[in-house]
């Protein structure tokens, strides 16, 4: 039997879309969860940023050691802060003849008083912010004045020192 062109048409039509491609989500989905590892992998990174004042200039340095989370004493020009809020005066801490400083000390100690982790067997940690061209005599009384108020472990926060290539 004989069939029209209208009905070879819709034959025709039919078996086209049966053999219509299917969406494969499997590759998507697999990009997906590639995208999603590479993003949790680096989202955790061991890069520690602290906040710096523009005005400091940090020494630099060859260490590998990644800073500890601790109370940042930041040393700017013309003050000495803790957490971020001025203490004292720089100027007033050259004029000053004994070794620890009593507001910074009392500041410490508040700081100290505030946290609720154990002290460890070293001391609290605390890293100290300070401009490269600041004297030793300054930074001895400021270290000497932490270890009084039991942040014994010290750390200096630098720039690391990149080699480039030639």
């Not at 990009?31 to 940023?49: A, G, K, P, R, W």
């Amino acid at each position: 039997m004989k069939t029209s062109a209208k009905a070879k048409r819709i034959q025709r039509h039919q078996r086209r879309s049966k053999n219509q491609g299917k969406l494969n989500l499997v590759s998507l989905m697999d990009i997906f969860t590639i995208l999603v590892f590479f993003l949790m992998v680096n989202s955790s990174s061991d890069v520690q940023v602290l906040n710096q004042n523009n005005m400091v200039k940090l020494p630099v340095s060859n260490a590998d050691q990644m800073p500890k989370d601790a109370l940042a004493l930041a040393v700017t020009h013309d003050d000495i802060l803790v957490g971020g809020r001025a203490i004292v005066k720089v100027a007033e801490l050259r004029e000053f003849q004994g070794e620890v400083e009593p507001l910074l000390k009392a500041e410490l100690d508040y700081q100290a008083s505030k946290s609720n982790s154990a002290v460890a067997p070293e001391g609290r940690p605390i890293t100290i912010v300070a401009d490269r061209e600041l004297p030793y005599e300054l930074l001895k009384k400021i270290m000497t004045t932490c270890v009084d108020s039991g942040y014994a472990s010290i750390s200096l926060a630098v720039n690391k020192h990149v080699e480039q290539e030639a």
